[in-house]
């Protein structure tokens, strides 16, 4: 028998073998009247009939009762009914099969046992549960600390994970809710249709029908290239007329800096406590601007699409469960060539030793950087600028283990041209810059 793995994503549930990925489906669900439709199908109409459609049943799975209570009695009832689509799309059905299931960190330990109370009534049997984020990372892991970020319909999830020895395991989880791929969702057709009314006098919200042609059509402009002229062609059909727009690319990533500020803060939250390597799942990694958005909060890399069901079979062994039953693995060994990689890092001497300025080397070990008159001090414990309108204190550098940081008091500091945060890890050949003042990390030989 093949195991399976389901990818509990509600923007996009995956099933999958050691073949690949068989079939994907956004958590989305229609009831009218005695007709049931689920995935895709449901999300092309969801505009259509809001009262009869329902997208939050996985970011909100319980057994609470339903106001809506026509077809469905709570959220379980339609998450059983969704995985049964998932069963029936991928031809599985008829017999049992043994499935991992990759959930992701913010899922509640009830949450979790009514998800395999609803599998077990399925033909997708549950034998072992992973972290989604764990498994989507320690392919891919190549720093002691990494941030995956996963954005799901409603919310973003952000999961730390650190390396201890030969494993890495899921730390922390924060979730950034009002920022999904349905919020974002939102955003762009409220920016398309103002641009549809001022160019061609056409509102394509102002009936359901031409309201889901637009929702329907925004993935696959945002698929196109730009024109020369930096924009996008936006084309619809409506009541026997073609409308067409141009969205200049720079509008719509502006339209989107709102919520990418939102996930930013949460980065750089996570990353206060040191550098950090950023994964981005496919879905956000897909959003236009979304890389010079949060770059300079760490290394980024976007995962591959099945890197999560890959995995899971890989470290099948270490994920079905055994006579104990079935938990949440959470925690994984390392791949022998990432250890050594990190390990490798780790003792790399590109250790940063010292702030260039004016010609002279300071020490960064105890560092303090003031404001004053005396540009340049004597003293090789503090390096004094002159900045306008600032206080004395400015900034001061710590070293914990083999990282250095700068942690920064007040003014608007930027490293390597970008605004950074309240404390920042320094590398090699970074500059810092305050005002007119400006300092690279460097390192002396034996300094």
């Known amino acids: ?20 990925i068989i079939v994907q489906s956004p958590g989305f669900a229609l009831a009218d009247g005695k007709l049931i439709q689920l995935g895709e199908e449901a ?11 329902y997208n939050k049943y996985w970011h909100e799975l319980s057994m609470e009762p339903l106001s809506q209570q026509d077809r469905f009695r709570h959220a379980a009832d339609i998450a059983h009914e969704h995985l049964l689509h998932l069963a029936e799309a991928a031809n599985l059905v008829g017999e049992q099969h043994q499935v991992i299931f990759a959930v992701p960190g913010n899922f509640s330990q009830q949450q979790l046992a009514i998800l395999l109370g609803i599998a077990r009534e399925t033909p997708l049997q549950p034998v ?28 973003v999830v952000l999961t730390e994970l650190r390396m201890h020895e030969d494993r890495i395991a899921t730390a922390a989880v924060v979730q950034v809710p009002g920022i999904g791929s349905q919020n974002f969702m939102d955003l762009m057709m409220q920016l398309t249709t103002d641009l549809f ?46 409308y067409t727009a141009k969205l200049p690319r720079e509008s719509l990533i502006h339209s ?21 390597q950023i994964l981005l799942n496919p879905k956000i990694a897909g959003l236009p601007g979304i890389s010079a958005a949060v770059q300079h909060q760490g290394e980024l890399v976007v995962v591959p699409t099945g890197t ?42 590109e250790r940063p030793t010292h702030f260039l300025y004016q010609h002279r080397a300071f020490p960064l070990d105890g560092l303090r950087l003031k404001n004053g008159s005396q540009i340049n001090g004597s003293s090789k414990a503090t390096l004094t600028l002159s900045v306008a309108g600032l206080p004395e204190e400015l900034a001061r550098v710590e070293r914990r283990g083999n990282q ?7 003014g608007d500091w930027l490293i390597n041209a970008q605004t950074m945060s309240d404390v920042q890890e320094l590398k090699l050949g970074d500059r810092v810059a305050i005002g007119d003042a400006e300092l690279r990390v460097i390192q002396v030989a034996n300094g």
């Open 256 to 276: 989107l800096s709102g919520h990418y500020a939102k996930l930013e803060q949460q980065l750089q939250a996570l990353t206060r406590g040191g550098a950090a």
């Open 128 to 155: 072992g549960v992973a972290d989604s984020a764990l498994a989507a990372s320690v392919a891919l892991a190549k720093a002691e600390r990494v941030i995956y970020v996963d954005m799901q319909l409603h919310q």
């Open 197 to 242: 009314i001022q160019q061609s006098r056409f509102n394509p919200q102002h009936n359901a029908e031409s309201e889901q042609q637009l929702y329907n059509a925004l993935p696959n402009w945002l698929q196109q290239e730009a024109t020369e002229q930096g924009s996008l062609e936006l084309e619809l059909n409506s009541g026997g007329n073609v």
């Open 308 to 349: 999560v069901h890959s995995t899971c079979l890989e470290y099948h062994e270490s994920i079905v469960a055994g006579e104990a039953g079935i938990r949440r693995v959470t925690s994984l060994p390392l791949r022998a060539e990432h250890k050594e990689a990190v390990l490798e890092r780790a003792g790399s001497d």
């Open 43 to 53: 999300e092309r109409q969801a505009r259509l009939k809001p009262t009869s459609s």
């Open 404 to 410: 250095v940081f700068l942690q920064t008091y007040e």
């Open 1 to 20: 028998m093949t195991l399976k793995v389901v990818e509990l994503n509600d923007s996009a549930i995956g099933l999958g073998d050691a073949s690949g």
